[in-house]
């Protein structure tokens, strides 16, 4: 019997890479007219990189790309892509469809639920209180809480502990065969793939036990045997 379900957070709960990409572009509009002597490609493709190598929560882009390019930070260049960025994250920010509804659903069959990121805490935590979705989960583990990201079994194991459930209690929900679906399998949970967040589009799903084409066919699922 289902117990909890835990979910991945970004590509999962939210259009997170949509919403990276608009936050981005309009980021890159703003540097460049605030002075940013650069085409858009060319911010575009060196700020891939700074990613590429660092990572996609990697959270000062605009300064290192701007030192790489300028060899300092402009505080006019930088101040205007950030505030842009920031305005564009916050209007391209939203659940996919059904989530909401869901969650509220879950949460009144009285499961407990809980939310297993590789993103830092803050970043986490900013994304789930601006769509007012915190007071949906009773607990949320990030990387900053193990220092190990998916598939290591340290946080599947840990968020388990959190929602004091057994393993073969709770079902895993991501978008990332390799790291959500893998990870969780490989410490005896449930797992249902969230297909509608497939950003790579050519995964091996070998691991999922369901795959979710709408959110809301966990309503059905976490209620089998």
């Known amino acids: 019997m289902i117990k909890a379900v835990v979910f991945d957070l970004d590509n999962t ?12 572009d309009a980021a ?3 540097m460049m007219d605030a002075g940013l002597n650069l085409t858009f490609d060319q ?3 060196r700020i891939d990189g700074i990613y590429a190598e660092l990572g996609i929560e990697y959270q ?16 006019r260049i930088i101040s205007a892509g950030i505030i842009a960025y ?4 916050e209007a391209a920010l939203k659940p996919y469809p059904h989530v909401t509804a869901t969650l509220m659903q879950l949460n009144r069959q009285g499961l407990r639920l809980g939310i ?30 193990t220092g190990e990201r998916k598939p290591s079994p340290k946080p599947f194991r840990l968020i388990l502990e959190r929602l004091d459930v057994q393993p073969d209690e709770a079902i895993m929900v991501g978008d990332w065969a390799e790291r959500d679906l893998a990870g969780a399998k490989n410490v005896g949970m449930r797992t249902a793939f ?27 699922i976490v209620h089998q045997p």
């Open 116 to 145: 297993l990121s590789d993103a830092p805490t803050r970043e986490a935590w900013l994304r789930l209180c601006f769509i007012n979705f915190h007071h949906f989960f009773d607990h949320v583990v990030t990387f900053d809480d």
């Open 13 to 24: 709960l939210v259009d997170f890479m949509a919403m990276k990409r608009q936050a981005v």
């Open 194 to 220: 969230a297909k509608y967040g497939d950003s790579f589009g050519n995964q091996d799903m070998s691991n999922a036990d369901v795959i979710l084409h709408d959110i809301k066919q966990l309503l059905d």
């Open 43 to 45: 911010v575009k493709d």
């Open 60 to 75: 000062k882009v605009f300064d290192k790309l701007l030192e790489d390019v300028l060899g300092y930070v402009d505080p």
């Open 86 to 89: 920031r305005r564009a994250r």
């Open 28 to 30: 890159i509009g703003a």
